[in-house]
């Protein structure tokens, strides 16, 4: 499974970045995709995640209201579309897929297979 993203550079606060990922190559389709930012010396943090059977979603407590996760699934494809950008929103932002867990919404990147390459948001004026 290749995970391809794209999207992502430099933000003044305020304003919009959609980051886009492209998941290919498997047998099955995932059971989860997730979106997660990691900053130096931190954890990797999930932002925003979906279940593939039941459409649920997850938004960490920082960007609910702002971010939204969305499938497209005739193009294999999941977004993130993020809205008034905070500079504590600045990150490498990471999409993965799941294979895991069949039911439910997966918030851990623990529970994650297949990730991207990483794409660097910065929200700076």
């Known amino acids: 499974v290749q995970v391809v993203q794209s999207g992502g550079g430099l933000v003044q606060p305020g304003g919009s970045l959609r980051l886009s990922c492209v998941a290919s190559g498997w047998i099955a389709p995932p059971y989860n995709y997730g979106w997660f930012r990691q900053v130096p010396g931190k954890e990797r943090e999930g932002v925003s995640c979906?279940?593939?059977?039941?459409?649920?979603?997850f938004y960490t407590d920082s960007v609910k209201g702002r971010f939204t996760i969305s499938r497209d699934n005739a193009k294999n494809t999941v977004y993130l579309e993020m809205n008034n950008l905070k500079p504590e929103d600045t990150a490498v932002y990471y999409c993965a897929v799941g294979y895991t867990i069949p039911g439910g919404v997966v918030s851990s990147a623990n529970e994650y297979d297949y990730w991207g390459q990483g794409t660097q948001v910065t929200v700076s004026s």
């Open positions: 979906l279940s593939v059977k039941d459409e649920r979603t």
